[in-house]
């Protein structure tokens, strides 16, 4: 069993802390949870760090214990929604400018698709991954990768129709595919 290297874990913690973070917060939309996920899976990290091969997989372990984290997180949410039912609550616009509105009207959108799903777009657009990489990270195959963010396009693109600026957003998506 390797030893803890405390030195090495505060090192590749303080180099990659502030992406994960944004990483949950494409997943769930809210910063402060993105900030709670983001220390759950820095605590998981901390606890696996003697056994984890530090080499090229190791960014892949950790993108895939954010989506874990992410999706597990939702699955709780879903059923505990089953017994009480709120209002959703309203993201608020910001300063006004068209820019913000766009950016918090896609970030409502993307809550709104299934968090698998999500997963995909989060990774291959927002993390720029390829769809082997995403596939791996979820366990899944390629096909998977593939269906999945088809159907989170295609659902955004419903969930936005109105909003003339997404048609050339998901068409460059879709052209990166």
Partial sequence: ????DEAAYVEYVGGCQDRLRRTAYLMTG???LASDITQEVLIKLYVAWPRLDRGPGLPTYVRRTIMSSVIDLKRKQKRRR???IAEPETLPIGDGSDGRADRDALMR???EVPPRQRACVVLRY???LSIAETAE????SEGNVKSQTARAL???RRLLDDAAWIGPIVAELEGAR
């Fill in 30 to 32: 809210d910063w402060a």
């Fill in 1 to 4: 069993m390797k030893s803890r």
């Fill in 154 to 156: 295609d659902a955004l």
């Fill in 82 to 84: 089953e017994d009480v």
């Fill in 109 to 111: 959108a993307l809550t």
């Fill in 137 to 140: 990270i979820l366990k899944c």
């Fill in 126 to 128: 927002f993390e720029e």
